[in-house]
């Protein structure tokens, strides 16, 4: 309207004819220009609003809500979060996270509907900062036939059969870390210790790699590239993400290096049958004797290695100091967890090495860890992205978008758990009714559940036996609370006074 006034008087001004025309030309470009954007706007307007994208404001753009929702998370406040966007919006609203429009989902329905749609519509592309430092290849980002692929190579070795002949190794490897790390001392960071002792477990059995120096050059480089996972994926120097992205190029040869030092390994001991193999090695076998096409690249191979590095390290960890700090907490828990663990110890000469039949029969330590999943569960986040629209419950989710699955939720819900708040391990009996499906979710469901599960388990039985019989503790800070930075982080790493057993 404004140009077609402007237009008007222009052309009545005596100017000579070359800048009427001219005039005349930049006018109507720019009015057919606002016509054809008009337009557009109405189209993209009516294209969505007959499908309906939920309500909610995708705010800035980039950065949108995700500072506020950072915060939420370092609190341990997403579920205050997910609610305010709930009575602001409505059961399912959109936002814009980590650099994406995102909607945000929750409850059993949700659950079920994200845990169990095709991995190859719902895919787990994001958020951006995870690839950059975890690596294209890495299971979370993989769908199709190359998820199943990779899967298929991760339970290989995280299946239980094989995981039975190494308890006696993850035995030795927990005696070993109590003797150096905890004997001797009156204080201790509980967190921090226990990370190392995971690290540790992890190194030998899924990489072969044995105590000693070449361990210790990667530990602090995997704590970066943890940091880094989700942070404000902003690339500049010094931030943690920067750190992260970093941490993953220096790792990069030192895996490469052992990746081939392995395979030649492997190479000379293929006549022998039946040799102990660790993860890369299941790896590098992969494909050998049957179909040729399951085989795992270079690149496969190392992005796997750092995805169970970061998802059986940090997880594991986090569960076992959580029961630390319960024991110490909760004396009628605390006595419980001796008395069944005393029962399997009187059975045993005083060093023989734990057994798959002693983990067994932990029932009551493996209860008390589920209900601590349940109020505290280790992970906190399920991200997936759209490859196409998707229709849930009326509303869409536009493709390319992001689908932020607050899991947990249900964990916390009166109507699932009789008084949630309240940690009752005999909601986990053998005769107690078991939740509905989709709403125990600590290792999520459906094909991308957890396949760290039974290593995760034997882990923390195997530490609680060994340290109860060993020490007793209490916390120096009562109440010292805890973050999550995306996992859970103690503000002084769990600082307990600890006393040696005779
Ligand atoms: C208490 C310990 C653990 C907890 C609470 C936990 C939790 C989870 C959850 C919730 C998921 C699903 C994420 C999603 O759907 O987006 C997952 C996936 C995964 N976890 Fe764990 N985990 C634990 C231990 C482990 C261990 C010990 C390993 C490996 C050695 C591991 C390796 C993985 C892998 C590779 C995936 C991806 C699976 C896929 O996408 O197909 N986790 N974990
Ligand atoms: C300890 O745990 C028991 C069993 O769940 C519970 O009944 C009790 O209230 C807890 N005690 C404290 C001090 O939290």
Redesign the pocket.
Known sequence: MCENMQYTTISFKPLSTTIIQIMNLVVLVTFLLSLFLLSLSYIFKNKYSSVRVPPGSLGLPVIGQTISFLNALKADKVEEWVHKGVSKHGPIWKTNLLGYPTVVLHGPTANKFIFTFDVNVLTNTSPPSFSRIMGSKNIFELFGYDHKRVRAALLSFLKLDVLKQYVAKVDEEIKHHLQIHWHGKNEVQVQPLIKTLTFNIICSLVFGIEKGPKREKFLPLFKDMIEGLLSIPINLPFTKFSRGILARKKMEPMLIDLVHEKRVALENKKHLANHHKDLITTFLSIGDDEDSSTMMSDEEIIDNIIVVMIGGYDTTSILITFLVKLMA?????YSNIIQEQEEIAKSKASDEALTWEDLSKMKYTWRVAS?MMRINPPTSLVFRRAMKDIEYKGFIIPKGWQVLLYSFMTHMDKDIFEDPA?????RFEKHAPSPPPYTYVPFGAGPRMCPGIELAKMETLAMIHLLVRRFTWELINKDESFKRIPLPEFDHGLLARITPLK
């Not at 309240?422 to 005999?426: S, V």
């Open positions: 907490d909760n004396k009628s828990i209900e309240k940690f009752d391990p005999t």
